[in-house]
């Protein structure tokens, strides 16, 4: 596919690219008094839509023109500390690697004041056609701005949650 992209751009990218100014809403507190575990993915989800449309072009513009768009094949959400009501973050990407029609990113949701990490998520998805409901190779233009970003990524240190399996760790 040889379209023209419609937004973003091709680089270099920031080293993570961060989403800033977010907030915890009121309706994601739970009975707990802390943001809700449903509502981490969409704080995360949302980031990544600001991702992938201003800095990678394969967001809600590039879908509406091209019927095609990425699919949640897999995701893994580590949670590390609370956000509370109104506290703001943003949310730290980094490309960590892709195929022509996969993409595997990790996101780190960032508390503003502390700095802290409060969450982490992992996630491969596929380039999807709408009508045929099946993988489809990334635009050209797509597929050189996923390799720069990976580039831009590459010299960032590994966090621990990267690839971690999942299971109950026994005490030593």
């Known amino acids: 596919m040889t379209q023209s992209p419609i937004g973003g751009h091709d ?11 977010r907030v915890v809403a009121p309706e994601w507190i739970d009975f707990n008094g802390h943001m809700n575990v449903g509502y981490y993915g969409i704080a995360f989800d949302q980031a990544a839509d600001i991702l992938f449309e201003d800095h990678l072009g394969l967001g809600e513009a590039h879908v509406a023109q091209a019927g095609q768009g990425s699919f949640v094949l897999q995701e893994q959400t580590h949670f590390l500390n609370e956000l509370r009501e109104g506290e703001g973050f943003s949310v730290r990407f980094r490309v960590v690697d892709h195929d022509s029609k ?10 503003d004041g502390d700095d802290a990490i409060c969450a982490t998520q992992e996630v491969i998805s596929m380039n999807v056609d709408h009508t045929t ?7 050209d233009w797509a597929l050189r701005r996923l390799a720069r970003m990976k580039s831009d990524h ?5 966090p621990p949650q990267l690839g971690a399996p999942l299971g109950l760790r026994q005490p030593r």
């Open 133 to 139: 409901r099946r993988s489809a190779v990334y635009p």
């Open 102 to 111: 996969r993409l595997h990113v990790f996101a780190e949701m960032i508390r």
């Open 154 to 158: 590459a010299g960032l240190d590994r």
């Open 11 to 21: 680089g270099p990218y920031p080293a993570p690219v961060v989403v800033a100014g």
